[in-house]
C-alpha cells in the first residue's frame, strides 16, 4: 500500500457515488487507498483486497509477536528440551 496523496485520494463521497467503478478501477492500478469525506469530514476509506489481506496478516504477525513477548515477560517460556518432551507427551496422548 502506497502513501496517501492529499490531492488525489481524499474524496466527498458524492463523487465517490458518481463515479464509483472507476475508483474501483483506479485503486486496484494505483494502490492508494481512498479517503472518502462526509460533510468535509473524514467518514470511511477504501483499500483494494490485496491491501486490505496485507494489512490484515501484519497485524497477525504483530498480535503474534507481542504475546511471545508477553510470555516472556511473565516468564511463561520453555527450554528446548523441556518442549520436546511436551510434544512427544500430546503425541503419545493422541495416538490411539
Request: a positive charge.
Amino acid at each position: 500500500m502506497r502513501a496517501i496523496s492529499i490531492s488525489n485520494d481524499i474524496i466527498p463521497i458524492a463523487e465517490f457515488k458518481t463515479n464509483i467503478s472507476k475508483l474501483f478501477k483506479t485503486l486496484q492500478t494505483s494502490r492508494h487507498p481512498l479517503i472518502i469525506t462526509q460533510n468535509s469530514k473524514p467518514a470511511g476509506v477504501l483499500l483494494s483486497a490485496s491491501d486490505y489481506d496485507e494489512l490484515v496478516y501484519r497485524k497477525s504477525f504483530l498480535d503474534s509477536v507481542e504475546r511471545g513477548i508477553t510470555d516472556v515477560e511473565n516468564g511463561r517460556t520453555q527450554t528446548t528440551d523441556e518442549l520436546r518432551k511436551n510434544l512427544q507427551g500430546r503425541r503419545s496422548a493422541s495416538t490411539p
